[in-house]
């Protein structure tokens, strides 16, 4: 079945000049590298928001036959759309639910995550409804106050949980608030609240098989928090979560985002650029069109900042970022219609970094990936299982 969040490369086999190029086997690589930095524990790699913009079913496929035990998505529609494409791997969606979806859950085989109380029950009663057992991992709050129930009145839930008598208590977790920041303590606190609700459920009887904490952040600097599974989200996809998280050196970017050049113009001194006439050479330029602007994520914020890779060098964007094309500024140098230009990968040696997009939008990486949006086609290097 084809992939919703990521449309073909091609429309009658014409390729739109601005599109993505995603290496599944620096994926593969890289999933395989962080196992070995986990020593061995189970990765669950993180594939919400259409895998962090690298396509939410190639990327699942491919994992899945790589070996991956457990993937995790935020909301049940991404759990649903892996089912109908095939893929039987566990699946737990970590976002919160309501009442009138657990069903879903339940018939497509997806893991629960129960925050509280009241959302287990609503599991436990729909499982029996439906004649099925209902897998679920129970989410504790240990400081992030999004979902969950809070680590210091954790009892209840461990004492619905041994009560549920149609629900397998799987697993249980929290989610880490700092971890990739550096010099932080908020992590070994965190991890102290969730060991107490661990050792407080064990005294009521209760043992989930699958604990897990770590998030990028915590696999890459918290090694302490690793305990049965970690969740790498955006280092899954080569990047680092914050600015003093290190990846390890064999984890590399695994996508390219790239455009061509369309039009070449020579502009006068004292002739502005682009919408606003924000920006006006000072002396005669040459100005190369690219066919892409916001309208596909390359935000309009970045105007005036932003730089792309042209023949190996990097070129300032200048005059504001349209809907769907900006201007290049290139000097006097050359360029021709077709030619290759990098918005986000590597090119003769330059480069543009998730986190040099991010600084120019005033964002962060993880916003600039998922922002990539589904006007540009995926192009898939690599094994795509079936």
Known sequence: MADLHAPTAATDGVLRPTHLRVDLDRIAANYHALVAHAGGRMVMPILKANAYGHGLVPVARRLEAEGAPYLGVAYVEEGILLRRAGVRAPVLVLGGILGDQVPLFIEHDLTLTASSVDKLRAIDAAAAAMGRRARVHLKVDTGMERIGVHWYSAAALGEAALASEHVDIEGAYSHLARSDESGETFTAEQLARFQRVLAEWEEQGLRPRIRHLANSGGLLQHPETWLDMVRPGIALYGV??????????????????????????????????????????????????????????????????????????????????????????????????????????EQGGASVGAGDLAAWAGTIPYEVLTNINTRVPRVYVGAVPD
């Open 240 to 345: 680092p979560p914050g600015p003093g998280c290190a990846l390890p050196p064999d984890v590399r970017p695994a996508l390219r985002w790239l455009s061509r050049v369309v039009y070449f113009k020579v502009v006068q001194p004292g002739s502005p650029v682009s919408y606003g006439s924000t920006w006006v050479p000072e002396q005669m330029t040459r100005i190369v069109t690219v066919p892409v602007g916001y309208g596909d994520g390359y935000f309009r914020a970045m105007s005036g900042r932003a730089e792309v890779v042209l023949g190996g060098r990097r070129y300032p964007v200048v005059g504001r970022i349209c809907m769907d094309q900006l201007m290049v500024d290139i000097g006097w140098d050359s360029a021709f219609n077709g030619d290759e230009v990098v918005l986000l990968g």
